[in-house]
């Protein structure tokens, strides 16, 4: 029954990793020394039924391989961790442990390259669905997940889904981007501090240099023969940045509004901060679909949004049932007692509304 359950949603996530390409990335810094690294995920099908997952020291978990059992590496967790997951409790796609290391998936679908799965080594195998979970589990640094890399061998569950690549974040503000191509993983130093999707990550870099005549701030008025030209508005020296929703488009508007966002003096400034912007992400559900295809009734093509204040291990999220936004605060879990636990992010799927009371 576990396997037929697993396989039945190898299939779903099939579907979503193939079909559902937009998570957008960035990374602010407060000036109390925080870093938030913040978040979207899409998916247009259906309803994730997306989870949050408390870890604690100790607990063993076992991964997935191909074929839907649970045969391939089983790792104990040295650190204690929270961690969002889609679908099922073991897929965390985005979390952070208690000491300091924040990590999260996002779809690099047409470009990743895996190792073929070998039962021979299925010891030492892992889902990449799983992978968050065993960096968040075992590692405190950037530098101990790099050594690590090379023991394990990361497979797809399913052939039929996407690849995907991974954001690694210390305390301190450092970044790395994983890939794994050809079957060998590399770490890309992110500075920038921005992640969509395909293509690989150095592509985007360089495609920012298209955009080098995009600057914040308005533009001054000229002539064109005895022609004078003004802006139409404020932000005109942005006027050109693409503006669908493509990762490279978006990678684009994110570097850009993530540069000009002004620096904030606190980090729960900047979580408020990181989900302005990210606002500008949000994807309406029908665009996904051709005119005339049913779209699934759901709110929203951006399930949930999530900011994570490293340094004071708090998880900020909020959903397309519910805009407010709730905190996981890891300083109230003692991970070494408490029990593991999963529960959905919304309890009740539905958008609080207040009403105010005017008159008499």
């Keep these: ?64 391989v191909p074929g839907g059992l649970k045969e391939g590496m089983t790792f104990k967790a040295k650190y204690g961790y929270v961690g969002l997951a889609v679908e099922q409790e073991e897929f965390v796609v985005d979390g952070l442990n208690e000491a300091g290391l924040a990590a999260a998936l996002f779809y690099f679908p047409d470009y990743g390259q895996y190792e073929d799965y070998d039962p021979a080594s299925k010891s030492t195998t892992i889902s990449d669905l799983q992978l968050v979970s065993w960096i968040l589990s075992r590692f ?19 052939p039929r889904g996407s690849t995907v690549h991974w954001r690694i974040t210390e305390e301190n503000g450092r970044q790395v981007v994983l890939e794994i191509v050809g079957g060998k993983p590399t770490f890309y130093e992110n500075t920038l501090g921005v992640l969509t999707n395909s293509p690989g990550f150095e592509w985007h870099i360089t495609n920012l ?26 932000g005109a020296g942005l006027h050109g940045i693409p503006g669908d929703m493509t990762p490279p488009s978006r990678f684009v508007r994110a570097a850009f509004f993530q540069a000009t966002a002004p620096r904030m003096e606190t980090a729960s400034k900047t979580v408020t901060q990181a989900f302005h912007i990210l606002n500008n992400f949000d994807i309406p559900t029908g665009i996904q679909f051709a005119q005339g295809q049913p779209v699934p009734d759901i709110p929203s093509a951006t399930q949930w949004t999530v900011a994570t204040d490293i340094k004071n291990r708090r998880i900020y999220y909020r959903t397309m049932h519910n805009s407010n936004i709730r905190c996981l605060d890891l300083n109230t879990v003692d991970f070494g007692k408490v029990k593991y636990s999963s529960a959905l992010l919304d309890e009740v799927k539905l958008q609080p509304i207040e009403t105010i009371r005017i008159g008499k």
């Design 1 to 64: 029954m576990k396997r037929l359950f697993i396989l039945v949603t190898m299939i779903t996530i099939g579907a979503i990793v193939n079909s559902s390409r937009a998570c957008t990335g960035i990374t602010l810094h407060s000036a109390d020394g925080a870093t938030i690294t913040a978040r979207t995920i899409e998916w247009a099908g259906n309803d994730l039924e997306s989870r949050y997952s408390v870890v604690p020291r100790g607990y063993t978990q076992q991964s997935y």
């Design 209 to 234: 240099n298209n955009y080098v005549n995009l600057a914040s701030g308005p533009i001054k008025e000229h002539k064109v023969g005895e022609l004078m030209l003004t802006a139409f508005g404020g």
């Design 140 to 158: 405190s640094t950037i530098d101990e997940v790099r050594e690590a890399i090379s023991g394990i061998h990361v497979v797809t569950i399913d």
